[in-house]
């Protein structure tokens, strides 16, 4: 007699099977190859490919089913095995296969032992050590963080490559953290908020370019150019809610980025503009030799010229933008404007009848929110010295949005986690080539399922009375 | 007669081309306690939104304390010192109790904050002990108690009710009803209930009216409302909290 819950198990993984050969015999199975112009297109057929994938989903689904009926150890050696093959030298029809196999085996292990891992950390979080490494984690994160990109420049990890995702890292942090105003803690979901971003990068470019203004100076107006636009785009979508809101800021992100494309005779459309000139410190500029009448940094702090101080000094410009992003945002979460804010995104009708003004209120957000996208768009065209209609589409809006869903709407310390995911998983899967989006798509549906509020999903409450702990009996 | 607080005088007011009140006149004085009672569907809610501004009234005016109110927007009536504890409570569910109190006083000057945080806490010791707790992790009385002191810490002459008993035990209907009437009494609010308990809402109302289909049927003293048949006969029979 068979067991019936292997049955089951033989079933289900082929079922599973049988669904995935229905989805990846189009997707993996042809591949139309162009075999010179006369011929055109003919297929190319890769069902080896496809068979040795789902038989490795066989066995991982069947892999799944004895972790989730508690045979864990046979999960877990199936994973070895499936691990094992991927490191193999035996020869798969292609490379990705050896990825997949040994991915597919790290999954299930960690899926076998979880429930293992699951109690430890909750068992080692009562000890008295465990207690004092929590507060750590939830109290000082967001100081150690702090601490981190303070000294990052200094710790010999600290070369160009490093640097240059850092500052990237920080600008998306920085975006993170403005579009939270907007969607996170007044509710209003933007799905364009790229715009700002751009208007702010086409301030400075325009003004530093063509009137010959510095970053300093053009910084503020450049926040206040994207915060107008930040109310140009709120009065309109003032009665809209959820979706159709979407919609509209959507299409408004899409209007400003085909003014920029089009509108030639003002923003050099397509082809950009360049040689925008990169921020200076105290009027010295960061260059080997300095233009006519400007002393370079490295004559004023008397130290050899290296490529790499420019970079330290962007990484710090960033990292002070943010940061000022941050404590303001901190600081209006404690004023009636931005506690005004919250109350919109929880019970817009409630706040009518306690006396709030709606229009204001959503204005106010929008325009702050612009406002910083603003200051992150001028310190991104300063940085790269080369802005086109290119680097503010779609996607990037789409990329903000999910960093601030990802870290848990209205979370700080989220956002940070979630812009390093997010931006520096990209980086680090590099070496899969192709596969690396399909690796970071993984990635954000396995926080979404471990983490479905966000990786910090907990509102603080503004203000406590009491220190935790001891106010209250509830 | 007491001066008089909030005059409706024939208003109509329309969801799209149906039409929910048919020339309401009522009229609340200052101090009284004026309770609106009916079925289901008979236009209360929408005559205390009326009042609010939204949806406005096509037809009619609004007076309060002898200025026309009728075309204002929600939150401009407000700042004229109306306060309201809409249906089914709307309190900021991810917000503590605390905060949720401190929206309710958005438009009160911040001196005030302490002494009316206290008022507050006395009136509802059990908002006290929950003060860090969020809105909407408390029971359906906690919440109804939040509402209310929300809607006073923003230090109203005219508080509105919208149904305040909906859902909850009897027991707590009473503390409820109870402390409705420490506001009028104690703090001198003028307050206008709407009620589908109406055995409660007549006793604890110095002055009644019944609607029924978008129209004011009858209105009294709580006294002479609760004795009359009609109103006993629609409203009351079938036992009461």
Redesign the interface.
């Known amino acids: 007699m068979v067991d019936p819950r292997l049955l089951k198990m033989l079933k289900d993984a082929a079922l599973t099977a049988l669904v995935a050969a229905a989805l990846g015999i189009f997707i993996v199975g042809f591949r139309t190859v162009d075999v010179g112009s006369r011929a055109g297109l003919s297929f190319q057929y890769e069902f080896v490919d496809l068979a040795v994938a789902l038989v490795i989903i066989f066995f991982g689904r069947l892999g799944l089913q004895m972790a989730a009926m508690g045979l864990r150890w046979p999960a877990i050696a199936l994973g070895i095995v499936m691990i094992a093959a991927g490191a193999s030298p035996m020869q798969l029809p292609s490379g990705f296969l050896h990825w997949f196999v040994a991915l597919g085996g790290v999954l299930l292990v960690i899926r076998a032992v979880w429930p293992w891992a699951d109690q430890a950390i909750h068992a080692a979080a009562r000890t008295p050590t465990g207690r004092i490494v929590n507060t750590i984690g939830t109290q000082w994160l967001g100081w150690v963080l702090l601490g981190i990109a303070i000294v990052m420049p200094f710790t010999p990890f600290a070369d160009q490559k490093t640097m240059d995702l850092g500052v990237l890292i920080l600008t998306y942090v920085m975006l993170g953290w403005g579009l939270n105003i907007v969607v996170g803690l007044a509710g209003l979901l933007d799905l364009g908020y790229v715009a700002f971003y751009a208007v702010g990068a086409y301030a400075y470019a325009l003004l530093s370019t063509q009137h010959g203004l510095g970053f300093w100076a053009v910084l503020p107006l450049a926040g206040m150019f994207s915060a107008s636009f930040g109310i140009l785009l709120g009065f309109p979508v003032l009665r809209l809610r959820g979706d159709y809101l979407a919609i509209v800021t959507l299409g408004f992100g899409e209007i400003i980025r085909l003014v920029l494309l089009n509108w030639v005779d003002f923003t050099n459309g397509p082809a950009g503009i360049g040689t925008i000139p990169g921020p200076t410190l105290f009027g010295a500029v960061f260059a080997e030799t300095a233009p006519e009448g400007k002393q370079t940094v490295s004559e004023m702090l008397g130290i050899p010229f290296h490529g790499i101080h420019r970079l330290i000094f962007l990484y710090y410009i960033i990292l002070l933008l943010a940061l000022i992003t941050n404590l303001f945002t901190q600081r209006m979460r404690r004023l009636p404007v931005g506690r005004a804010w919250e109350a919109l995104r929880e019970d817009e009708t409630a706040c009518k009848a306690l006396g709030i003004n709606p229009t204001n209120t959503k204005l106010t957000a929008f325009a702050v929110g612009a406002m910083f996208a603003g200051f992150a768009g001028s310190f991104f065209a300063a940085k790269q010295r080369f802005i086109s209609p290119e680097s503010f589409t779609f996607i990037e809006s789409a990329i903000i949005l999910a960093i601030v869903v990802l870290g848990g709407m209205g979370s700080q310390i989220g956002v940070v986690l979630a812009a390093v995911l997010l931006i520096g998983l990209p980086e680090w899967f590099r070496e899969l080539g192709n596969y690396r989006m399909l690796a970071f798509g993984l990635a954000m549906v396995l926080i979404m399922v471990f983490r479905p509020r966000g990786l910090i999903g907990h509102r603080e409450p503004s203000i406590r009375l009491h220190p935790v702990g001891s106010g209250g009996s509830g | 007669m007491a001066e008089t607080m909030l005059e409706v005088r024939g208003v109509a007011t329309f969801y799209g081309a149906i039409q929910a009140l048919h020339g309401v006149d009522l009229r609340v004085a200052k101090g009284e306690i004026v309770t609106l009672i009916g079925a289901n569907g008979a236009g209360k809610s929408t005559l205390l939104m009326t009042i609010?501004g939204?949806p406005r009234a096509r037809d009619g005016s609004i007076a309060l304390d002898g200025e026309d109110i009728t075309g204002l927007?929600?939150?401009e009536i407000?700042?004229r010192g109306v306060?309201?504890v809409?249906e089914g409570r709307?309190?900021?569910?991810?917000?503590?109790v605390?905060?949720n109190l401190?929206?309710?006083a958005?438009?009160v000057d911040p001196t005030h904050f302490q002494h009316d945080l206290e008022r507050v806490f006395a009136m509802f010791p059990r908002l006290a002990?929950?003060?860090?707790?969020r809105g909407g992790t408390l029971s359906g009385g906690e919440q109804q108690m939040l509402a209310i002191g929300?809607a006073l810490m923003?230090r109203p002459r005219l508080l509105l009710l919208d149904e305040p008993s909906l859902g909850l035990a009897p027991l707590i209907v009473r503390q409820i009803f109870e402390a409705i009437a420490r506001i009028a009494r104690e703090e001198g609010v003028t307050i206008f209930l709407v009620e589908q308990n109406a055995f409660h809402a007549l006793r604890l109302a110095d002055r009644g009216y019944v609607l029924a289909n978008g129209r004011v049927r009858l209105s009294g003293t709580g006294r002479e409302l609760l004795a009359n048949a009609e109103v006993r006969a629609a409203y009351l029979e079938g036992g009461h909290a």
Do not use: D, K, Y
């Not at chain 2, 709307?90 to 503590?96: L, V």
């Not at chain 2, 002990?129 to 707790?133: A, G, H, S, T, Y």
């Open positions: 609010c939204n927007a929600t939150h407000v700042r306060a309201q809409p709307r309190i900021f569910p991810r917000m503590s605390f905060e401190q929206m309710g958005t438009l002990e929950r003060r860090e707790q929300r923003s």
